[in-house]
């Protein structure tokens, strides 16, 4: 068993590294979380010592790489605003009070509108003023 370790891929949050890594765990997949101590407590340095590295040893390599991209791909989907609210509405992260998805969205307003603003759940429609 060798203890050369690779880098899977890179992140700017260690929020970030912290669900790839979950992921990689729950396949049996030990992660190794590189600068993560020093990001968290001086955030404003990730970039300068080239982000949060989330690496697996070498020979697990080839089982963790379908892991990152099926969580790129998920993260990708969930970012996505559906059509019929892309134009009004932008992605928050609030929690549906019907159904508790994370798939909401709340309309746009401009920089100065004040009060409450209308969300939607794009997972069972139902519609909030917050």
């Known amino acids: 068993m060798s203890d050369k370790l690779v880098t899977l891929t890179t992140y700017t949050y260690t929020t970030e590294s912290y ?13 190794f979380i590189k600068n993560e101590n020093l990001v968290q407590t001086q955030n404003f340095l990730s970039n300068a010592v080239g982000g949060i ?9 080839e ?7 099926e969580l790129e791909k998920q993260t ?13 509405y ?8 019907d159904c508790e998805s994370s798939t909401v969205y709340q309309k746009k307003g401009s920089f100065f ?8 759940c794009a997972d069972c429609g139902y519609r909030w003023k917050r």
């Open 76 to 88: 990708k989907l969930a970012e996505q605003v559906p059509a019929e609210l892309e134009k009004d």
């Open 53 to 61: 590295d989330v690496q697996v040893r070498e020979e697990d390599l």
């Open 63 to 69: 089982n963790a790489l379908p892991i990152l991209k």
């Open 90 to 97: 932008k992605k928050v992260l609030v929690y549906c009070p």
């Open 113 to 120: 509108s004040l009060g409450e603003k209308e969300h939607v």
């Open 19 to 31: 669900i790839l890594a979950a992921k990689l765990e729950e396949a049996g997949i030990k992660p």
